[in-house]
């Protein structure tokens, strides 16, 4: 069969479906002929495509007949102009969009799509209210494919003015509210959206914001709730925050303050949230944090210090803070001294803090990264070893092992070995097994006598009788007891 006859033949199958009342063998026979008619052969035809049947077929709600539609649908709609599938099929759309079928929402979605990449058909789009509310209701979906098939389309909208007024200054910013109180899952999807509007310009920032809803993400990360914790929820905040560091943005009024709840937000526990290019290009956003580091508010200081250590916890986010110079050894100085005389949960913060800014592993321990620790290490206080022999000698077991992970931390940098060798009794304090009455503790030490001895310099150091005192201790194993002698036991008797 030629190729003008395929034409030829699908639209003689087409008026067969139209005609008759259960068309399923035209159906199928249509189906295949298409598969082989080229697309440019569908266009040349175009304007004799009558869809109105196989929409009404879609309504029937018969499965094998859904599928063909779709699939049928699929490769004539592609044939079509978007303006033109944007008039003439209104109603079939927004059908589509209620359908019961998923296939027949993300057909529907693909061609809504189609609509609002083409700058003379989205202005149809944009004045079919009906049409926008259902775009909107499909977020809420169960099905992933159609909700993010529509939130790509209110994205894509958003661009223009005429789009950003549609969905903020109408009913459909009250359809999204509403649609977010589905559940949480469809919440953030609402979220994701407006964090996408918003990082496409300081207008459909502003619009964003002004709608609540940037507010209301920023209230949840501060919040108490697990959810938050998700991986999704720290890309978009991330994402927010490149946005709202924006000069244009942090000019406005009021916006600095903002600033500390977004730092609340980043930070959660045992995740390094704040990416080194956001402190880079934002000095203010490190400002912040160091200002808060000052606040009378322990739970203001307490979350600056965990971003602080955050920050410092690889290489990058260690050479940004470096180069802010002084401002950092005054910082360092201040987080010293509350590990010594804040509350004790603020003190464990500051440990965990300094444990996370001295760590550095083997393979990144250069000549200026070394000589980089010791010189923080030196600015916690007069005489840091003996400060943190201290803490760890209180009758807490959360600051003993906060301590002792502070030793760890540096346990593998030869500049800080030779301080531990050379503070009287260090050694002795580390092998000892008899300071330690927890597991927590015991686990702590043992994490420290580890770090020790599996570094390459500690037998140099150290000296030989030390060194094969520390591989007693590991291969002893954490919790390990001396036995007692026979005698003293009879003795006891």
């Given at each position: 069969v030629g190729r003008g006859k395929m034409a030829a033949q699908a639209l003689a199958l087409l008026r067969e479906v139209a005609r008759l009342e259960a068309p399923l063998e035209e159906l199928r026979a249509l189906h295949s002929v298409l598969q082989a008619v080229p697309l440019n052969e569908l266009r040349e035809q175009a304007a004799e495509l009558r869809l109105g049947p196989l929409f009404s077929l879609l309504n029937e709600n018969h499965r094998e007949k859904t599928a063909l539609c779709v699939s049928i649908l699929e490769r004539l709609l592609q044939a079509m102009e978007p303006v033109h599938v944007a008039?003439?099929?209104?109603?079939?759309?927004?059908?589509?969009?209620?359908h019961p079928d998923d296939s027949v929402k993300i057909l529907t979605l693909s061609q809504i799509g189609r609509i609002v990449e083409n700058s003379d058909a989205v202005t149809e789009i944009l004045n079919n209210a009906e049409l926008l509310k259902q775009i909107v209701y499909c977020i809420g979906g169960e099905n992933l494919s159609v909700a993010k098939a529509a939130i790509k389309s209110l994205s894509r909208?958003?661009?223009?003015?005429a789009g950003l007024e549609a969905l903020f200054e109408s009913n459909l910013l009250d359809d999204l509210k509403s649609v977010m109180k589905t559940n949480d899952i469809v919440?953030?999807?609402?979220?994701?959206?407006?964090?996408?509007i918003s990082s496409v310009?300081?207008?459909?920032?502003?619009?964003?914001?002004?709608s609540g809803l940037v507010t209301q993400l920023l209230r949840e990360l501060t919040g108490e709730d697990v959810l938050v914790r998700c991986s999704t929820c720290i890309e978009m905040v991330t994402s927010l925050a490149y946005i709202i560091m924006d000069e244009q943005y942090l000019a406005q009024e009021g916006v600095i303050d903002q600033i500390s709840n977004i730092i609340a937000g980043f930070y959660l526990p045992g995740r390094n949230m704040i990416?080194?290019?956001?402190?880079?290009?934002?000095?203010?956003?490190?400002?912040?944090?160091?200002?808060?580091?000052?606040?009378?508010?322990?739970?203001?200081?307490g979350v600056a210090v965990d971003t602080v250590g955050i920050l410092g916890s690889n290489v990058e986010g260690k050479q940004v803070l470096q180069k802010t110079g002084t401002r950092f050894e005054r910082l360092l100085m201040r987080i010293g001294h509350q590990s010594k005389n804040a509350p004790v949960e603020l003190k464990i913060r500051c440990l965990d803090a300094i444990s996370s800014l001295l760590y550095l592993p083997p393979e990144q321990q250069t000549d200026d990264l070394l000589r980089m620790t010791e010189s923080w290490f030196s600015a916690l206080s007069r005489d840091p070893l003996e400060l943190f022999r201290g803490i760890s000698s209180q009758p807490f077991p959360e600051l003993h092992c906060a301590a002792l992970k502070v030793f760890t931390a540096i346990a593998n940098q030869p500049w800080a070995q030779k301080l531990m060798f050379n503070s009287p009794g260090f050694v002795e304090y580390v092998v000892d097994r008899s300071v330690e009455h927890d597991k927590a503790s015991k686990d702590a030490k043992y994490e420290l006598v580890k770090a020790l001895a599996n570094s390459k310099t500690i037998a140099e150091i150290f000296g030989n009788p030390n060194y094969l005192r520390l591989r007693t201790y590991l291969s002893e194993g954490p919790y390990y007891v001396k036995p007692v002698s026979t005698t003293a036991v009879e003795g006891a008797e």
């Open positions: 008039r003439n099929l209104r109603v079939d759309l927004q059908r589509g969009l209620i909208i958003s661009l223009t003015q919440r953030y999807r609402v979220y994701e959206l407006i964090v996408e310009s300081p207008e459909s920032l502003n619009y964003c914001t002004t990416p080194q290019q956001i402190c880079e290009r934002y000095p203010i956003f490190v400002e912040k944090v160091f200002e808060m580091t000052e606040s009378q508010d322990p739970t203001m200081t």
